[in-house]
């Protein structure tokens, strides 16, 4: 099973490449972004909660994602061919929770890393906003985004260094060759564990 960790600050484009990954690989996408907001959507007591914290750009707490998380491995059918993990791990406490998660059913994964100037990320999120009307898609609280991506996030990246599966990709490029970077990737890892 092949199972692949999508990492990147907000407005890398880890939603976009997704998609890529999963129709080219057939792989199942987990957006923990879109899980989140269907649980907020359904007016639950834990979406008002969830909603609380992520309108002011702040992460959801571990084991509130951790819970999320192991429901849908736990629930992923015999045949699938694996999964795109995006949006999460977003600390290490939660990269270690994986690991011990994904081994606890006889898996593993692999980084990739979409690496992204700020000035670009800030002007795709704004421009992003302007279609969506997503409220976390203003100036300031992509800035605080960001922020909390720098300090929270980009340290996973050492952590799957140090774990020999971390590969960096360069997203500064247009979409198409930002997938096949990816591409290349993903088809090493698949000839290596053939």
Known sequence: MLNI???GAPGSGKGTQSEFIGKTYGLKHLSTGDVL?????????????????????NLV???????????????????CKGTIFD???RTVSQA????????????????????VDEQLLIQR?????KVSGR???NLNTIRHRIAVYHNQTEPIAH????????????????????????????????????
Do not use: W
């Open 135 to 137: 409220a976390d898609d």
């Open 61 to 79: 707490p571990d084991d509130m994602m951790y819970g999320v998380i192991e429901n849908y491995i736990a629930g992923l059918p015999e045949d």
């Open 87 to 89: 949006g999460y791990p």
């Open 96 to 115: 270690e929770s994986l690991t011990k998660l994904l081994e606890k059913y006889h898996m593993e994964a692999i980084m990739i890393d979409l690496m």
């Open 125 to 129: 999120l704004i421009e992003r906003g």
């Open 159 to 194: 952590y799957y260094l140090h774990h020999g599966n971390y590969c960096p990709v360069n997203g500064n490029h247009p979409v198409p060759d930002v997938f096949l970077q990816i591409k290349r990737i993903i088809d090493n890892n698949i000839s290596r564990n053939s």
């Open 5 to 7: 960790i999508l990492c």
């Open 37 to 57: 907001r269907g649980e907020i959507a359904s007016g639950s007591e834990l979406g008002k909660q969830i909603e609380a914290i992520i309108s002011k750009g």
